[in-house]
């Protein structure tokens, strides 16, 4: 099971892993990060966050032949905290997400995220979601079909594709991946697939919805800010502009002084923020490029808390 983790040294390099600290990966997939993790721990321990049942069978195989100090979590990141609290976990030293979907998943036709390979339409992470892809494209609206693929694909053509996807499931339920591919390239002038795959855009997003993404990624990443000790990072890796805005925006918020105290002379301690941004946007090398064409959006960003 092939699975090439992106920016991997980079990320995992900017946590500072300490042999003794409380790591967290959120988004564990297939242990890529999880694994290097782990091997640079001692006395320290990691937690695993996945959704995926085959993902956590195999991390947990992976994991098991470096070390016995992990546990993995089923559960949405959403959940961090809680999850954390469950097992007696206030504080950790760094947590890192990766949220690309994995090479794995898009590469297993039965799941539905992949446009190139012929499959019912599902794209759930988790397949106890009870919405799927099914869903979305055979029972919403028009309008919410349009916002959609205008907001979560950022796709120029989104009422045109909506509309086709409408009047096609008129007539005839849309049941697989490559038939949805043919309705949205109806919908879009021969132009527009020139440059990039057409169906691109309205998978990411129809995927986005199916799976709440930009809502859970917001908590998930508040929540974070809260469990991290003093010195201790969070490393998030994204791949397409709307989750890069989230993280930039909430780093923003939590690491600036208030708009209305920066006037001030001076600044009391308690008004100065408790987080210091690290990096805002180490993209992949030319070499991790070449070997890897999946990477090629990848954006990295960090975050440290400096004091309480």
Do not use: W
């Amino acid at each position: 099971m092939k699975h090439v983790s992106v920016l991997l040294n980079e990320s995992i390099n900017c946590l500072n892993v300490k042999k003794d600290g409380i790591y967290v990966d959120a988004t564990l997939g297939y242990a890529g990060h999880s694994s290097v993790i782990l091997s640079k721990l001692d006395t320290g321990f990691l937690y695993g966050i996945d959704q995926d049942d085959t993902a956590i069978r195999y991390s947990n195989v992976k994991l098991s032949q470096i070390g016995s100090n992990y546990c993995i979590i089923k559960s949405n990141f959403a959940n961090i905290k809680e999850e954390l609290h469950k097992r007696g976990v206030e504080r950790v030293d760094g947590i890192l997400f990766d949220l690309g979907v994995s090479s794995v998943q898009l590469d297993e036709a039965d799941r539905g995220f992949s446009f190139h390979n012929d499959a019912k339409l599902d794209m759930r992470m988790d397949r106890s979601n009870p919405i799927s892809a099914y869903n979305v494209v055979n029972e919403y609206s028009l309008s919410d079909l349009t916002r959609i693929i205008r907001d979560y694909g950022e796709e120029k053509y989104a009422y045109s594709i909506a509309k086709k996807i409408v009047e096609y499931r008129n007539n005839k339920k849309i049941e697989t991946t490559l038939e949805l591919v043919d309705i949205i390239k109806s919908g879009m002038p021969m132009k527009a697939m020139r440059n990039t795959h057409p169906a691109r855009r309205t998978f990411q997003a129809i995927r986005i919805e199916v799976n709440k993404e930009l809502e859970v990624l917001e908590k998930a990443l508040v929540s974070s800010l809260k469990l991290l000790n003093v010195g201790g990072r969070i490393s998030v890796i994204t791949f397409h502009s709307l989750e890069d805005k989230i993280v930039k925006n909430i780093f923003k918020k939590y690491s600036e002084v208030d708009d209305k105290l920066k006037s001030l002379p001076f600044i009391p301690d308690e008004y100065l923020p408790s987080y210091k941004v690290i990096e805002k946007g180490i993209t992949p090398s030319e070499e991790e490029l070449a070997n890897n064409n999946r990477a090629r959006s990848a954006k990295l960003r960090v975050i440290e808390r400096i004091k309480e």
